[in-house]
């Protein structure tokens, strides 16, 4: 079971019911095995769960029926794979176009993205109109491997992947290339490990999904193939991939809820793409944010009705344009240049290898006195 640190009992709160509403649903739609109870369903569909990103996580059966493009709507995203035959791979690679056409976002992993058994690789439509990143059919291969060359450091799908690795990486030749789109990752001798498409509805894995808490020769769960993957779905689906680690206890404010940080981007500094966002504050109150290398935890500070979240020097965006008003929506926004980061003493560039913590500061009325408070704290480890 993987852990994360440990945090003091003032740091622990569910996310789960606030966020619940706007995490994608996802199918697993997967010929993997004549079983849908075998492990190679289940250990996928389980640490997508685990993940907290999703809402439902749903297995499909493609062995003994074609699901209809009616079954697939429901869904914000479609994972699939195969160990065995589609029952019919030309009627599912025409439903998975029709799904993509309406909208849909569909991840594709080894072994359909790699063989050239009849039915174990998608076809029909999905062929015919290019649907398809890596070419197809052109092979697989095996062996161990690992993370290798990531082409395109700052993407989604690589946010939090730091390592993989496989004692039998199935993967595509390296003969295999990109019909469209572009190759963000490798395996360690060159093999596509992460292709997007031209538009982000796509994304072609050449990894099998299942991890070794499935079976021993698969990619090892020490590491971050998990993440990987549920990246990728949240991607192709529209989604955020979300930065940054949430610490700290925020009081409720006058909405009755408290105040939540997040951001989206790349916790690569270099590529100086991160976004800010603070909800569930009340409508049509200013705010700004907050920064500092140190994190605290300090009650009612100068008489406001939250938990300060930072502590040691403490720099504040309040720029022009910077300070906003959360408008109808209970919410600011600010992408931020992390090559000026505020601090007391001016500003600085945030460098790789450091560790810098947010929060947000807002005006707010509790029982009917004017106060203000703050939302949770959000911990960034930039690479």
């Known amino acids: 079971m993987k852990t994360g640190r440990f945090l003091p009992a003032f740091a622990c709160m569910s996310l789960a019911a606030s966020a619940a509403a706007q995490n994608p649903d996802v199918a697993i739609v997967a010929a993997a095995s004549g079983d849908l109870a075998n492990c190679r369903y289940t250990d996928v569909q389980s640490y997508l769960n685990a993940d907290g990103r999703f809402g439902n996580v749903d297995i499909i059966d493609c062995i003994t029926q074609t699901p209809t493009l009616g079954d697939l709507t429901p869904y914000d995203a479609i994972l699939t794979w195969t160990n065995v035959s589609y029952i019919d791979a030309v009627a599912l690679g025409d439903v998975f176009a029709d799904y993509v056409d309406a909208g849909g976002a569909v991840v594709v992993g080894v072994f359909a993205t790699t063989t050239t058994t009849v039915n174990r690789s998608l076809d029909g439509r999905w062929i015919t109109g290019g649907y398809e990143v890596i070419e197809p059919r052109l092979g697989n291969m ?9 082409l395109q450091p700052g993407h989604p799908t690589m946010v939090g992947v730091n390592s993989l690795s496989a004692t039998s990486a199935f993967r595509p030749t390296l003969a295999a290339t990109t019909l469209q789109g572009s190759v963000v990752s490798e395996w360690d001798d060159g093999a596509i490990l992460v292709a997007v498409g031209a538009t982000n509805k796509r994304v072609d894995l050449g990894l099998y999904p299942p991890s070794n808490n499935c079976s021993g020769s698969f990619w090892d769960f020490a590491g971050d193939g998990d993440t990987l993957i549920a990246n990728s779905l949240v991607f192709a689906a529209g989604g955020s991939v ?14 009755g809820n408290p105040a939540m940080m997040s951001a989206s981007g790349s916790p690569v500094a270099s590529v100086n793409d991160l976004t800010l966002v603070a909800t569930d504050l009340p409508n049509n109150a200013f705010g700004f944010f907050l920064t500092s290398q140190a994190q605290g935890f300090t009650p009612n500070p100068g008489g406001s009705s939250g938990n300060l979240c930072l502590s040691g020097s403490i720099g504040r965006y ?3 344009g910077q300070i906003q008003n959360s408008g109808l929506v209970g919410e600011i926004e600010l992408t ?19 560790t810098w913590n947010f929060t947000a500061w807002f005006r707010d009325s509790m029982g009917g006195s004017a106060t203000s408070n703050f939302a949770d704290g959000l911990e960034i480890d930039f690479l």
């Open 318 to 320: 309040v720029g022009p």
């Open 142 to 150: 095996s062996g161990f491997a690992q993370l290798g060359t990531v």
């Open 336 to 354: 931020v240049d992390l090559t000026m980061h505020p601090q007391p003493m001016g500003f600085v560039s945030i460098m790789s290898g450091e």
């Open 242 to 255: 979300g930065v940054g680690t949430n610490y700290c206890m925020a009081n409720d404010n006058s909405t």
